[in-house]
């Protein structure tokens, strides 16, 4: 897990090095993974360290380390939470990378294995089969649930699910593929998928 990010705004993030020792070890080894926050007036807010300390020490959400925090004003850290919260609704908001997207295609060409009538016309083509699949669009919600419960959260931004809204208000997903097919990949020069063709 990694350290909440505390205010990107109010104060900056410092590592120990030789002109910054850790306040609360007083260490200058990056090694120790220390890790604090300063304020506009170079005073620490809030610090992880491997060392509990008096000072508001708690644990963490760094496996191993204290967080622990200089300010008694409890709306520092509120204000602190609340700023967290934001950072993490941003990050969940931000589109998939190419390596996030490839993962889940790639997961799925593996549960869509290519059907016998496919692999013997791809033969007749004269095309490689290698990476290729075949949907069968009865499947299709299956399917989706299946890449759901793999990638619990990346998957719902993925373009290859769609979540469908009924008359009744009732939702679902299935994948956003609508027909039965053959499956192609196609991939970019570092070899990750970016999207399938039927
Ligand atoms: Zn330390």
Same mark, same amino acid.
């Given at each position: ?5 505390? +205010? ?7 590592? *120990?090095?030789?002109?910054?020792? !850790?306040?609360? !070890?007083?260490?200058? =080894?990056?090694? =120790? ?14 610090? $992880? ?13 760094? %496996? ?29 908001? @931000? %589109?998939?990378? *190419? ?5 889940? $295609? ?14 013997? $016309?791809?033969?007749?083509? /004269?095309?490689?089969?290698? /990476?290729?699949?075949?949907?069968? $669009? +009865? ?9 759901? =419960?793999?990638? %619990? @959260?990346?998957?719902? @931004? ?12 009732? @939702? ?12 192609? %990949? ?13």
């Amino acid at each position: 897990m990694a350290a909440p990010a505390y +205010s990107n705004i109010h104060t900056i993030g410092r590592r *120990p090095n030789s002109r910054n020792a !850790c306040p609360i !070890c007083e260490s200058r =080894k990056t090694t =120790k993974g220390c890790y604090w926050r300063e304020d506009s007036l170079g005073h620490w807010v809030m610090a $992880y360290c491997k060392t509990p300390s008096g000072i508001r020490a708690t644990n963490s959400p760094v %496996p191993g380390q204290y967080i622990h925090i200089n300010k008694n004003d409890q709306n520092f850290v509120e204000e602190m939470a609340q700023l967290n919260r934001k950072i993490e609704q941003e990050r969940a908001e @931000k %589109p998939l990378t *190419p390596i996030q997207l490839d993962e889940i $295609y790639r997961y799925f060409l593996a549960i869509c294995p290519l059907s016998d009538n496919h692999r013997i $016309y791809l033969r007749e083509e /004269g095309v490689a089969s290698f /990476g290729c699949g075949t949907l069968k $669009y +009865s499947r299709a919600a299956a399917l989706a649930k299946e890449l759901l =419960k793999q990638f %619990p @959260k990346t998957a719902p @931004k993925h373009p290859l699910l769609l979540e469908i809204t009924g008359k009744d208000g009732r @939702k679902w997903w299935t994948i956003a593929v609508a027909a039965d097919g053959l499956l192609f %990949p196609a991939t970019n020069i570092d070899g990750l998928i970016l999207g399938i063709g039927v």
